[in-house]
């Protein structure tokens, strides 16, 4: 049977388990008329049989689907001559591979003997035992646990804690993947830099002033050995992120100010979704217009002003990160700007003060917290920001504070060192996480600190 | 602007067997009264009864509409308000009592769907006129709400933040001045005189209401709202406040918008009645409370609605 038929059937009992769960409920106790002498209402009753019809026949057919395709192989293979067992283990997974196209009528590779054939009829054969054998464990565990559910239920017994519990669970079960996937990332990340720092020294990293990761691939070809000094990366990055940062939180910040005090219901109604379309787009088109229309003009006016310019420069991706950055700052300050008690705005007013000056004596003091969280969180958006700088800012790693030269960022360099013919333990490649790791520290704390000043500022008036 | 009613519009008085209340009034005008009308009185020809007018108007309300969109809220109401005068605003939630406030000084107007029609003048000059500057108005009618919301500054702050704008002190020791003669009269500098750096927002609730009191006749309004400013005090702080509103109002008009009756009649010298937005009946607090006209006026303080 297929999985999704066995899912649908097993809904259909999960329903039908529910229907059963309420109604013995209520026919204890005699009765619609007489629920209260139930501890819970009768829902929850059926919730619970419901849920134990449910969720361990779920459990089972996971774990199958899982386990099945591990099982099938270990048993096909058990059915192979010992010549073909004793094959590597490359080869035998090839074999496998073979079977089972064979057994699903793909194309394999070779000719089709008469072993293999013999192979793929015993492969087809398995699978079709362990469906038939799931859809009946399934359906006997679900058939089973509802039983038991069913038969648990009492006037007596508290069906609604025992609900609550199991979503507790459920709820806790689904947050733990998302905070073991990012374990798993800072770890997996963390082991490749500390493999880096095995090669390179971390002081070389951190305050090394050259860099240039080429290394030889080759033992006999010529090339440098590569110098990992990751302080011209960090300049420029803090070059690219000042020049976004400084375009945007004035802009920004005054949009905010703009549509959440001044302007009409109309203007706004306009003007928030367009925003909204700013923060949209993808930021590969971003890169496109700094490195076609922004750079070039930066370029051409510079000359015109006698400035050597270079046609990568850090200006120009700066100032469109920058406009990529300008909804995230709006919102995030609109809301700081928004969560201002009205209370507060009309005990300005109140007094006698313009709009102007509510907004500077009374509006801006009080969100000004919630607006410096919501600049840090750009800030760290910016810095993570990979697209636009690949694109617009060049690859030449030079350490300078001059916004009209190229500069390189650790994100475009992680990009760089990753493509390209490397052997996965080279120091270059593994450099790339030893930046990754520098970045994930640096937007971590950001974020922290972002988030922490946001939310202290929040309760000042909850 | 809507047209005007003129004086001569009111009908002559009723041959009620009630005493019409004693407010002081000129022979012209006399009172609109039958037998104490119904509930049942309609939107249409709706007519306060009892005196809407007093003797030294100063503040004057006259046929005001207030449409939050399409809810009619306020329904054409005539108030005047005397000079040195305290006049208590009653009725049930929602009624329009704080919409009405809010009219005197222009608080509606930062309400995007809020539309006020009629004519409030304030010492003749009318409030809504293009000519006249908001901002201006509410310095000479200042309110203080039924939450109390200081800022979150320092004490002194907070009372200096009017003086501040509207440029109220030439120097800092006049500010101080103000500023301590403010919570002077407010009757919060016994209370925090050692501690005006710290913010205002760490008192307490009667104190933060003191404080924003303060923080209103620091810019010396002639005309103060007050928008049930006791309704989050404890006892003792409401007898400050309302000792406060007796020595206020040998100054300012005061209007103060309550649910407490006691409190109306404690402090008040005129009380108004609010129902749906119709202004029922207004005379003089004692009679309002002894024996009012308007049977609905009648049915809410003796507790019968509201
Ligand atoms: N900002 C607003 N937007 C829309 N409608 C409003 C607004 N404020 C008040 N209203 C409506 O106007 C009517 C009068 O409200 P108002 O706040 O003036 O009543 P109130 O007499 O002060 O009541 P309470 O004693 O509860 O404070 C109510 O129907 C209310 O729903
Ligand atoms: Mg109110």
Redesign the interface.
């Known amino acids: 049977m297929q999985n999704t038929s066995l899912l649908i059937i097993l809904i259909g009992m999960t329903a039908f388990a529910y229907f059963a769960g309420r109604s013995r409920s209520l026919a204890i106790v005699g009765g619609p008329a007489r629920t209260t002498r139930l501890h819970s209402l009768p829902g929850y009753y059926g919730y619970f049989t419901a849920i134990w019809c449910l969720l361990p026949a779920l459990g089972l057919l996971l774990a199958w689907i899982l386990l099945e395709p591990r099982v099938i192989a270990a048993l096909t293979v058990q059915g192979l001559s010992d010549t073909q067992r004793s094959m590597s283990a490359g080869e035998l997974n090839l074999l496998l591979n073979n079977i089972q196209n064979l057994a699903l009528g793909d194309a394999i590779s070779g000719t089709a003997d008469e072993s293999l054939q013999a192979a793929a009829d015993r492969f087809t054969q398995l699978t079709k035992q362990s469906r038939q054998l799931l859809a009946v464990l399934v359906f006997g565990l679900s058939g089973l646990a509802a039983f038991f559910a069913w038969r648990r239920i009492h006037p007596d017994f508290r069906a609604r804690n025992s609900v609550e519990n199991i979503t507790r669970l459920l709820l806790l079960a689904a947050s733990t993947i998302a905070i073991f996937t990012t374990v798993g990332i800072v770890l997996s990340v963390l082991f490749e830099a500390l493999r880096f720092f095995q090669k390179v020294p971390a002081t070389e990293f951190l305050f090394g002033l050259n860099w240039s990761p080429q290394t030889a691939i080759r033992a006999d070809q010529v090339g440098s050995s590569g110098s990992f000094g990751a302080v011209p990366l960090f300049t420029g990055t803090l070059l690219i992120t000042a020049v976004a940062m400084v375009f945007a939180t004035p802009v920004g910040l005054l949009t905010a100010i703009y549509l959440s005090e001044y302007a009409s219901k109309t203007v706004r109604s306009v003007a928030k979704p367009l925003l909204e379309i700013l923060a949209g787009i993808p930021t590969v088109v971003y890169g496109f217009f700094a490195a076609l229309t922004v750079a070039p003009w930066i370029r051409n006016t510079g000359e015109a002003a006698g400035l050597s310019v270079s046609s990568e420069s850090a200006l120009a991706a700066g100032l469109v990160m920058g406009i990529m950055i300008i909804p995230l700052v709006s919102s995030l300050s609109d809301d700081a700007i928004n969560a201002v008690p009205t209370a507060m705005r009309d005990g300005a007013l109140g007094l006698g003060s313009t709009r102007s000056e509510t907004m500077r004596k009374v509006i801006l003091p009080a969100a000004l917290p919630g607006i410096v969280g919501g600049i840090l969180l750009a800030v760290s958006r910016a810095i993570g920001e990979t697209m636009i700088v690949v694109m617009a800012a060049g690859l030449a790693a030079n350490l300078t504070a001059n916004p009209f030269e190229a500069v390189t960022t650790v994100t475009v360099q992680i990009v760089t060192l990753l493509v390209g013919d490397q052997e996965f333990d080279s120091a270059k490649t593994l450099a790339a996480f030893a930046l990754g790791l520098m970045l994930f520290v640096v937007t971590l704390l950001l974020n922290v600190l972002g988030l922490y000043v946001v939310r202290k500022y929040r309760e000042q008036y909850d | 602007m809507s047209e005007r009613s003129a004086i001569d519009d009111q009908p002559a008085q009723g041959a009620s067997g009630i005493t019409p209340p004693a407010p002081v009034q000129e022979s012209a005008l006399v009172n609109a009264i039958a037998d104490k009308p119904d509930s049942s009185a309609t939107d249409g020809e709706f007519k306060t009864v009892g005196e809407y007018r007093c003797q030294n108007p100063y503040l004057v309300a006259e046929n005001v509409d207030v449409h939050y969109g399409s809810n009619h809220a306020i329904k054409n109401v005539s108030l005047e308000i005397g000079k040195k005068e305290v006049i208590a605003l009653i009725g049930p939630s929602g009624c329009g009592k704080s919409t009405f406030l809010r009219c005197l000084?222009r608080?509606n107007d930062?309400i995007?769907s809020a539309v006020v029609s009629g004519d409030i003048r304030l010492d003749g000059e009318d409030i809504y006129s293009k000519s006249l500057d908001p901002?201006?108005?509410?310095?000479r009618v200042?309110?203080v709400?039924q939450?109390p919301?200081?800022?979150?500054?320092s004490i002194y702050d907070n009372v200096a933040?009017?003086p501040r704008?509207?440029g109220l002190a030439a120097d800092r020791a006049e500010l101080d001045e103000i500023v301590h003669s403010s919570l002077e009269r407010a009757g919060l500098l016994e209370e925090v005189k050692d501690r005006l750096d710290d913010p205002g927002?760490g008192l307490s609730g009667g104190q933060q209401q003191r404080l924003?009191i303060a923080?209103?006749i620091a810019?010396n309004p002639e005309v103060i709202l007050m928008d049930e400013p006791c309704s989050a005090l404890d006892p003792i702080a409401t007898a400050k406040v309302e000792d406060l509103m007796d020595q206020l109002a040998q100054e300012y008009s005061i209007v103060i918008v309550t649910h407490s009756m006691q409190q109306a009649a404690r402090v008040s010298r005129r009380v108004a009645y609010f129902h749906l937005g119709h202004l029922i009946e207004v005379n003089d607090t004692d009679t309002v409370f002894t024996n009012p006209e308007h049977k609905l006026t009648e049915d809410y303080i003796t507790g019968r609605i509201g």
């Not at chain 2, 919301?149 to 500054?153: A, H, L, S, V």
């Open positions: 000084n608080m930062s995007e901002v201006v108005l509410r310095a200042g309110i709400f939450k919301n200081p800022f979150p500054k933040y009017g704008i509207h927002t924003c923080r209103t810019i």
